[in-house]
C-alpha cells in the first residue's frame, strides 16, 4: 500500500475516534457567528493555481449554487473533530524547509506540511464526510504582525468559522486575531473574492 494511503486511512480511523470521544458533547449550546461581509472578485493565490495544475480533478468542476452548512450539535462536534484531528496528526514545517519554495500549497500526506496544506486537508475530510464543498472555503489572512496565513472559513447556518491549524478550538471568524484578506467563493472555487474592502494580499502564507 502507498504511503498516501496509509496516511489517509490513519486519517479515518482517527477520524472516528475523535468523533466518538467529543460525543458526550452533544448537549452543549451551539456557537453563533456572524457572516464575513463579501467583497469583489480578485486574484486568485499562486499556491491555489498551482495546487490545481497537480490536483485537475478537483479543480475542474462547474459553478454551482452557495450552499451553507446546517449547523446542528452533530455537524459541529464532527467540524470541531477534523480541525483537532489533523491539527494533531500533521507536523508543522515551512514550505522552503519541506518543498524548497516559498510557498507550495498540498496534502500534507508525509505527514508535514504548513497553514494551508492544514487547510486542505481539513477541506477534503470534511468533504468526504457529507459537507457541501461550497460552505468549505480557503481564506488568506493576514495575522497580527501582518504576516500571510491560510484557514479553512467554515460557511454555516449559524454564521462563519474558522478552523485553524494554531488553534484547536474552532472560532467565529470576528473572533480570531486575523485580519481576512480573501476567500473563495461559494459558488465556484476557482474564483477568489475579497473578504470586505479590498486590501492588499500577502505573497506567501506561512505558519
Request: glycine share 6%; net charge negative; aromatic share 10%.
Amino acid at each position: 500500500m502507498c504511503a498516501a494511503r496509509r496516511i489517509l486511512q490513519g486519517f479515518a480511523l482517527a477520524f472516528v475516534a475523535w468523533s466518538v470521544s467529543l460525543s458526550a458533547q452533544a448537549g452543549a449550546r451551539l456557537p453563533m457567528s456572524s457572516f464575513s461581509p463579501l467583497g469583489p472578485e480578485t486574484s486568485v493565490p499562486f499556491g491555489w493555481f498551482d495546487f490545481c495544475q497537480r490536483y485537475s480533478g478537483e479543480c475542474d468542476d462547474a459553478a454551482r449554487p452557495a450552499q451553507n452548512i446546517e449547523l446542528t450539535a452533530a455537524a459541529f462536534r464532527k467540524i470541531e473533530s477534523v480541525n483537532a484531528l489533523v491539527n494533531n496528526q500533521i507536523e508543522p514545517v515551512s514550505d522552503p524547509q519541506h518543498a524548497g519554495v516559498p510557498d507550495a500549497w498540498d496534502y500534507p500526506e508525509d505527514g508535514k506540511g504548513d497553514c494551508e496544506d492544514y487547510a486542505l486537508m481539513k477541506r477534503r475530510l470534511l468533504i468526504r464526510a457529507g459537507f457541501p464543498r461550497g460552505a468549505l472555503l480557503l481564506s488568506v489572512v493576514k495575522d497580527e504582525h501582518g504576516d500571510g496565513h491560510s484557514v479553512l472559513l467554515v460557511r454555516t447556518s449559524r454564521g462563519d468559522f474558522v478552523l485553524d491549524n494554531l488553534a484547536d478550538e474552532v472560532a467565529p471568524w470576528a473572533k480570531t486575531p486575523y485580519r481576512f484578506v480573501k476567500r473563495q467563493s461559494q459558488e465556484n472555487q476557482n474564483v477568489w473574492v475579497a473578504v470586505g474592502a479590498p486590501t492588499s494580499a500577502p505573497m506567501y502564507v506561512a505558519k
